[in-house]
């Protein structure tokens, strides 16, 4: 199994920046698919970005795109969201999560690991 840690997460003015942190334990993550949700509040979970197993192959979703930038180092067995520009509508709390396959990316329900989440919030 994998434990999944996010932080990272906080209470920053619109424009403002945050970098998120997704620690993994109990196996490394370098051959899974890492992938970073949000859900506000009564909203469903959605897709944020993926990363793929070297890093090769990176998804956005528009809303984000040219904002935020999801990195990895397996070396740390840790996944990063950096957010940039943020929005009031970026307020959320935000998992992230994993996969073997690397299939269906943008679909929660591939996911198999998921972390407890963490808050963003930016006060416009």
């Known amino acids: 199994q994998v434990q999944l840690v996010e932080s990272g997460g906080g209470l920053v003015q619109a424009g403002g920046s945050l970098r998120l942190s997704c620690t993994a334990s109990g196996r490394s993550i370098s051959t899974y698919v890492m992938g970073w949700f949000r859900q506000a509040p009564g909203k469903e979970r959605a897709f944020v970005a993926a990363?793929?197993?070297?890093?090769?192959?990176?998804t956005y979703v528009d809303s984000v795109r040219g904002r935020f930038t999801i990195s990895r180092d397996n070396a740390k067995n840790t996944v990063y969201l950096q957010m940039r520009s943020l929005k009031a509508e970026d307020t959320a709390v935000y998992y992230c999560?994993?996969?073997?396959?690397?299939?269906?990316?943008?679909?929660?329900?591939?996911?198999?690991?998921w972390g407890q989440g963490t808050q963003v919030t930016v006060s416009s």
């Open positions: 999560a994993s996969q073997p396959k690397g299939v269906s990316v943008l679909a929660s329900s591939a996911y198999d690991y």
């Open positions: 990363i793929s197993q070297t890093g090769g192959s990176i």
